[in-house]
Antibody
Framework: EVQLLESGGGLVQPGGSLRLSCTAS????????MNWVRQAPGKGLEWVSV???????VYADSVRGRFSISRDNSKSTVYLQMNSLRADDTAVYYC???????????WGQGNLVTVSS | DIVMTQTPLSSPVTLGQPASISCRSS???????????LSWLQQRPGQPPRLLIY???NRFSGVPDRFSGSGAGTDFTLKISRVEAEDVGVYYC?????????FGQGTRLEIK
């Protein structure tokens, strides 16, 4: 059974940093691209970043230069390093597997990041 | 960026009746590889999103056949043939043809 489990969220002050982890099970992480998607409280979904099987990354304009995605296939884990956090980064962050290319087929339960003083 | 526009934003439906949600993209979603990477997601209250339909009309594993997708180019539709209580939630279209991936605003399906 495919499972994705996010961790590392919490409360952080504006300007601070946080690293989210997404641990995969039930499939071989190295064979798939992985995405991060976020959802601000009461709002819709916003794509954040993707890392492909080769480690190439793409970012949304809103996070480029502040966030960094990486992966450690030996640990079946994808990371999202978030720096220079702002109040508008407050959201539940989901990781999602890109199964068939161009398809976000499995999603984690999400992890809340709150940026506030 | 490709803008995804859903209508309606709210859809009150009677149990057992059909429902339909439209999604329009600001440019064609046909990828250079010939595929159209348009998906539909369901988000039940308090739950993460769940994939229902991918590449316009393909039902994902375990999705009931009352859900169907159609469309081409820039216009797409999700249909539920007979709404059940468990279908309550917010439905999103999502394009994965071009970066950045983008979502529609969401359509809230509620029971009358």
């Amino acid at each position: 059974e495919v499972q994705l489990l996010e961790s590392g969220g919490g409360l952080v002050q504006p300007g601070g940093s946080l690293r989210l982890s997404c641990t995969a099970s039930g499939f071989t992480l190295s064979a798939y691209a992985m995405n991060w998607v976020r959802q601000a409280p009461g709002k819709g979904l916003e794509w954040v970043s993707v890392i492909d099987e080769n480690g190439s990354a793409v970012y949304a304009d809103s996070v480029r230069g502040r966030f960094s995605i990486s992966r450690d296939n030996s640990k079946s884990t994808v990371y999202l390093q978030m720096n220079s956090l702002r109040a508008d980064d407050t959201a539940v962050y989901y990781c999602a597997r890109e199964g068939t290319p161009g398809t976000a087929d499995y999603w984690g339960q999400g992890n809340l990041v709150t940026v506030s003083s | 960026d490709i803008v995804m526009t859903q209508t309606p934003l709210s859809s009150p439906v009677t149990l057992g009746q059909p429902a339909s949600i439209s999604c329009r993209s600001s440019q064609s979603l046909v990828h250079r590889d010939g595929n159209t990477y348009l998906s539909w997601l369901q988000q039940r209250p308090g739950q993460p999103p769940r994939l229902l339909i991918y590449k316009i009309s393909n039902r994902f594993s375990g999705v009931p056949d009352r859900f169907s997708g159609s469309g081409a180019g820039t216009d797409f539709t999700l249909k539920i043939s007979r709404v059940e209580a468990e279908d309550v939630g917010v439905y999103y279209c999502m394009q994965l043809t071009q970066f950045p991936y983008t979502f529609g605003q969401g359509t809230r399906l509620e029971i009358k």
